[in-house]
C-alpha cells in the first residue's frame, strides 16, 4: 500500500516556475514506478511525466517536453515535478501516482493504482 500526497501547487504568471512534490508513505516507493497525471475542468486526465523505479527512464508528454522535469529521492520517498516556461494551458489540478509493483515507468493512466488527493496549478496571463 502507497499513499501519496501532493505539495507545491499554486498561483504563478505565464513564463513562471513551480516545483510539485509528493511524499509517499509505504515501503514501496522505492521499488515502483511513479508518474505525473493532470486534469483540467471539462477534459479527462492527461499523462504529464513518469520515473523508473531507479530514476533512469523517464517519460514526458509532448506538451511538456523541455519545459518539465520530473525527478524522485528514493531516500525521502519523494518524486518531484519542476515546471518552468509555465503556459495558460497547463493550468490544472495535477495527481501524483504511483504503480503497484512494477518498477517500468508507465504513461497510461490505468497503470498506476495509487493516487493523491491532487494539487492546483494555475497560470496567469
Known amino acids: 500500500q502507497v499513499q501519496l500526497v501532493e505539495s507545491g501547487g499554486g498561483l504563478v504568471q505565464v513564463g513562471g516556475s513551480l516545483r510539485l512534490s509528493c511524499a509517499a508513505s509505504?515501503?514501496?516507493?522505492?521499488?515502483?514506478?511513479m508518474g505525473w497525471f493532470r486534469q483540467s475542468p471539462g477534459k479527462e486526465r492527461e499523462f504529464v511525466a513518469s520515473?523508473?523505479?531507479?530514476?533512469?527512464?523517464?517519460y514526458y508528454a509532448d506538451s511538456v517536453k523541455g519545459r518539465f522535469t520530473i525527478s524522485r529521492d528514493n531516500a525521502k520517498n519523494t518524486v518531484y515535478l519542476q515546471m518552468n516556461s509555465l503556459k495558460p494551458e497547463d493550468t490544472a489540478v495535477y495527481y501524483c501516482?504511483?504503480?503497484?509493483?512494477?518498477?517500468?515507468?508507465?504513461?497510461?493512466?490505468?497503470?498506476?493504482?495509487?493516487w493523491g488527493q491532487g494539487t492546483q496549478v494555475t497560470v496567469s496571463s
Open positions: 520515473i523508473s523505479k531507479s530514476g533512469a527512464i523517464t
Open positions: 501516482a504511483a504503480r503497484s509493483i512494477s518498477r517500468v515507468a508507465s504513461t497510461t493512466f490505468s497503470d498506476h493504482a495509487y
Open positions: 509505504g515501503r514501496t516507493f522505492s521499488s515502483v514506478a
